[in-house]
């Protein structure tokens, strides 16, 4: 086990809604990222943060937003909600003094009607 | 900006056969480059990556992976597929940046082990 917990499971929500999903990094991991993964598709990078700082963005509008918080849990955050939001959303940490490998929970199914 | 393809969407062996998910990069330097895998309803598994060194690296489960930097390819192999090796496998490549943990996916390809 990766350690790296999401919360929700499932989520299901009305277009123009606000979504907050939440991950657990596993010890020791300072660096999160989140990914996007609609149906049939690899995961999309959406942003990292190193340090409660963000470090990194993909091609995402700034509704996505996110916070890292001083014991390296994390928030994504998403507004004003659109059909295409429906998707995986994927957290991964990396441990702290390796750059190489990142590990990923299980993901918050998010539709959005 | 790095890139990665995956030429098929769907791989079909039996069980014992030889089993290979191809896999091909675009980065400006030297690649990091990683498999993962994909259960139904589940998040990534990291199977195996090349960072330096020898070009064939060994990973989880039996898989290995033959680094081809002429090729640009880094192709999954396993000798012997299990019914259980049925899934969703991703390949990916990281920049180079330093602290840049960003990885950069490909579509996948479901392979299929038939008993």
């Known amino acids: 086990e990766t350690g790296v917990t999401q919360s929700p499971t499932h989520l299901i929500k009305t277009r123009g809604q606000q979504v907050t999903l939440r991950c657990s990094s596993q010890?020791?991991?300072?660096?999160v990222s989140w990914y996007q993964q609609a149906l049939g598709q690899g995961p999309q990078f959406i942003f990292q943060?190193?340090?409660?700082?963000?470090?990194g963005r993909g091609n995402f509008p700034p509704r996505f937003s996110g916070l890292q918080f001083p014991n390296y849990s994390s928030e994504l955050n998403v507004n004003a909600l659109e059909l295409d939001d429906s998707a995986l959303y994927l957290c991964?940490?990396?441990?702290?003094?390796?750059?190489?490998?990142?590990?990923f929970g299980p993901g918050t199914r998010l539709t959005v009607t | 900006a790095q890139s990665v393809a995956q030429p098929e969407d769907q791989v079909n062996v039996a069980e014992g056969n030889p089993l290979t998910v191809k896999c091909t990069y675009s980065v400006s330097g030297n690649p990091y480059l990683f498999w993962y895998v994909q259960y139904p309803n589940r998040g990534l598994q990291f199977l195996l990556k090349y960072i330096t060194g020898d070009n064939l690296v060994k990973g989880s489960y039996g898989f290995e992976a033959e680094f081809n930097k002429s090729q640009t390819s880094f192709h999954l192999k396993k000798p012997s597929a299990l019914v259980s090796d049925s899934a969703l496998y991703f390949c990916?490549?990281?920049?180079?940046?330093?602290?840049?943990?960003?990885?950069?996916f490909g579509a996948g390809t479901t392979v299929t082990v038939r008993a």
């Open positions: 991964a940490s990396s441990p702290s003094g390796n750059s190489y490998e990142q590990y």
């Open positions: 990916a490549v990281r920049d180079l940046t330093p602290w840049d943990y960003k990885l950069s």
């Open positions: 943060y190193y340090r409660e700082e963000e470090n």
């Open positions: 010890s020791g991991h300072n660096t």
